[in-house]
């Protein structure tokens, strides 16, 4: 018997959530195939079989969470499709009890029953000291509350306590579930803590369990408020010029690169530019080093059924605008379709994340740890500005926003690097010139 465990997935993921099991128990198997799909922190991985033949045993539910060497199913090498060995065994032993005379099966059932008055004898006499006599279940009861049988008084005609005694003895159900509670562990008295809540509602309510992802992106946010100094600067960009600029040249661009024009490319761009400019803020903090990066691998957020993923753009200093556009619209498209890979996610350098595609005028961007900055961009609305020669118009203005980790990043090298930002993207025809 072959046995299947969690394999080593990578180094920062050490633990997974069963999500489906791809074969059922007896199913033919061959080495390589894969046979459950895990979840992890990250992305959903497949784990393959070790070994060729039945799948005999499953030792982990869909929704169990297991760890790296967890074992999680056993295949029978020499095993036929259908049914495994063990399967024939207990088949073999249900047949061979269905043919046992009736009554030797009423035989053993007041065997049972003789065995359990002996038992239960036996526990009477151990008490005999006391001058006790009690059930084994009120024994039992007694010692989970507490409660010393010398002082209960039984109802019963012949002095033996039974537990509807020893429950009276509690003082009712209300001080029995207090002392209960008062014996148990911790992580059972959290348990309790949390099944008590769940009766407050008067009303209907559906509790859904977090998936691991979910749970992970908490975590991982609250991590970011609290390991880091966080500070939000904001501006105002007019985006008059990039919206000129895309209608005069999306349809030529679209054909030329079979992938349209976007927004995103341009603040890319714009955000790789400051960086060179500012590069604490494409930094990170290693104990007491600071690892200033010279590479710029941009974190693109982007919202899936499941939560969100940071998938990141590779070397975006050395990508044109068509090169930026296809690498988000692949990104997007494996985010959605759940083909991220681990190599996907991890080595980000910034995070450039866009609320305004669902309408977000402003907000504050969480650190995408441990990047030490992220920039938020936000829905374009028309506001009356004034302009140079003091006239007002309606101009299409964005928010955008810098989060940024105040221990290495100072406020003026944020603000400037915001104002840096704005600079380019209201003069798009000097990005493309130096992009």
């Known amino acids: 018997m072959k046995e299947i465990k969690v394999p080593e997935l990578a180094e920062s993921i050490t633990e997974g959530t069963i999500a489906e099991w791809l074969v059922k128990k007896g199913d033919q198997v061959e080495k390589g195939d894969p046979i459950l799909e895990l979840e992890t922190d990250k992305v959903n991985v497949e784990v393959n079989a070790d070994a060729s033949g039945v799948l005999a ?39 061979s009890e269905k043919e046992e ?57 012949l002095g033996r306590i039974r537990p509807e005694d020893v429950d009276a003895a509690a003082g009712g159900s209300s001080k029995e579930s207090k002392k209960a509670e008062k014996k148990e562990a911790p992580k059972q008295e959290k348990k309790s803590k949390e099944t008590s809540g769940k009766t407050e509602f008067d009303k209907p309510v559906e509790r859904i369990k977090m998936s691991r992802r979910r749970q992970t992106i908490a975590k991982r946010l609250v991590d970011a408020q609290q390991t880091s100094a966080m500070l939000t600067t904001f501006n105002e960009v007019d985006m008059t010029n990039v919206m000129k ?42 104990e007491n080093e600071i690892i200033q990066k010279k590479f710029y691998d941009i974190g693109m957020a982007v ?14 200093d050395r990508l044109d605008f068509a090169g930026i556009e296809k690498g988000i619209m692949d990104m997007a498209q494996k985010a959605r379709n759940k083909e991220l890979q681990l190599d996907d996610l991890q080595g980000g350098s910034f995070t450039i994340t866009n609320g305004g595609i669902f309408g977000s005028m402003l907000s504050t961007p969480i650190l995408n740890s441990p990047q030490v900055g992220i920039l938020g961009l936000h829905n374009i609305e028309k506001r009356a500005k004034v302009m140079p020669d003091d006239t007002i118009q309606a101009r299409p203005m964005m928010y955008i926003a810098l989060s940024y980790d105040h221990r290495i990043v100072d406020g003026k090298d944020a603000v400037q690097f915001l104002r840096r930002i704005k600079e380019m993207i209201e003069d798009p025809y000097d990005l493309l010139l130096e992009g």
């Open 303 to 316: 919202s899936t059924d499941e939560g969100l993923v940071v998938p990141v753009v590779r070397d975006a």
């Open 57 to 95: 045993e499953i030792l982990k539910d869909e929704g169990d969470d297991v760890e790296v060497g967890d074992v999680i199913a056993k295949v029978d090498e020499n095993g036929e499709a259908g049914g495994s060995g063990e399967d024939e065994s207990s088949k073999e032993e249900a047949s």
């Open 245 to 286: 600029l895309r209608s005069e040249r999306k349809e030529a661009f679209q054909k030329k690169h079979d992938v349209k024009l976007g927004f995103m490319s341009f603040f890319t761009k714009a955000a790789v530019g400051a960086l060179k400019e500012f590069p604490l803020i494409n930094a990170e903090i290693q």
């Open 101 to 157: 005379p009736a009554q030797e099966t009423a035989g053993n059932d007041e065997k049972q029953e003789e065995k359990q008055e002996e038992k239960q004898e036996s526990a009477d006499q151990r008490d005999t000291k006391n001058d006790v006599v009690a059930t084994p279940a009120a024994r039992k009861r007694a010692r989970e509350l507490g409660i010393d049988l010398s002082e209960i008084t039984a109802k019963d005609p």
